[in-house]
């Protein structure tokens, strides 16, 4: 199968949503955006080797690259409209291209977005997704803002279970079917990144580690911050404490990364999503500084994944 010959069979798509003008198939993909609204834009990287394994499940691969791109959407409070798709492909493999667009497009449709465009070649196997939201003007939620008072909440599910499946394909952990999920099933928050539109502050997901993207939030903030963090709070992915102890479930949790929950800074009194929990306050410092319990953090953590590494 040649280059089109793929891109026709598994990534065009006949039937686009009224507000696309021109869909894939063209040089460019022409769209509408409605009186009022503003267009947010993000792109991810997924390289085989280095975000995931060199031999990936399409399913997987398709999940985890999708997922990622929509949780930047959701930490903007945006609602998901289109994406395009790069892809590098080793070769064109069709049975797993078959699978990797079958799980992409049934994706796309549960998250409401449609792919408009993109472009395919040979090489190592990567992709590049480029998100595209729409928000009422004015409204997009931004990392800066947080203020002192403000509370610190976690909307998500549970934390540390996507880097504890990193300890299982290393053949360092037994298998967890909650931490294959987290990894390779991420779900962007989209719901409650929308939720948080005009009641937080601030927002971040966590992509990186949760320690980390925070320190983004309070590095964003006007005047410096400090906050300890409860651990009593954290909701920890089933199973950690079973195969780690607390330190090791703690440091996951806290500096593991790929979770995919937002973090938000919301006003005393303001209500936070449903299922969020509290995990601290900020407080005016001469320093930006997070602590656990009123404690420094462990010294022999590495905050979170820094991708120069
Ligand atoms: P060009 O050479 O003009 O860039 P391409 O041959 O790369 O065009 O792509 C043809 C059409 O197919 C374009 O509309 C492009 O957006 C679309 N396309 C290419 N690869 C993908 C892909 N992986 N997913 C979705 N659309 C794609
Ligand atoms: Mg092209």
Not at 67 to 87: H, K, N, T
Not at 172 to 197: F, M, S
Not at 207 to 225: F, I, M, N, R, Y
């Amino acid at each position: 199968m040649n280059e089109f010959d793929l891109i026709k069979r598994y990534f065009h798509r006949d039937h686009h949503g009224p507000s696309v003008i021109v869909g894939n198939g063209d040089d460019g993909a022409v769209f509408q955006t409605p009186d009022g609204r503003q267009t947010v834009v993000s792109v991810d990287a997924l390289v085989a080797g280095r975000h995931v394994p060199s031999l990936c499940p399409p399913e997987g691969f398709a999940a985890r690259l999708l997922g990622r791109g929509l949780s930047d959407l959701a930490a903007m409070g945006a609602d998901p409209r289109y994406f395009l798709l790069s892809l590098t492909l080793p070769n064109f493999d069709a049975a797993w291209v078959d699978q990797f667009s079958e799980k992409l497009h049934q994706l796309a449709v549960q998250w409401g977005v449609d792919l408009i465009g993109g472009d395919t070649s040979k090489g190592p196997l990567a992709a590049h997704v480029t998100v595209i939201g729409e928000i009422d003007a004015g409204r997009a939620l931004g990392r800066s803002g947080a203020l002192a008072g403000d509370q610190l909440w976690l909307v998500g599910r549970d934390l540390g279970g996507a880097r504890a499946y990193l300890e299982v394909l290393e053949d360092r952990a037994d298998e967890h079917a909650a931490w294959a999920e987290r990894y390779w099933r991420p779900e962007p928050l989209l719901d409650a990144g929308r939720a948080l539109v005009g009641c937080a502050h601030a927002v971040i997901d966590i992509s990186d580690g949760l320690c980390q993207d925070l320190d983004h939030l309070l590095s964003a903030a006007a005047a410096p911050l400090r906050i300890s963090l409860d651990s009593a709070t954290l909701p920890l992915a089933p199973g950690l404490m079973d195969q780690f102890d607390e330190h090791q479930a703690l440091e996951f949790a806290l500096t593991g990364g790929d979770d995919y929950c937002l973090l938000a800074a919301i006003p005393v009194g303001v209500a936070a999503p449903h299922g969020a929990v509290c995990l601290g306050q900020f407080e005016a410092a001469d320093d930006t500084l997070i602590l656990l319990d009123d404690q420094p953090l462990p010294e022999d953590w590495v905050l979170g994944w820094d991708h120069s590494r």
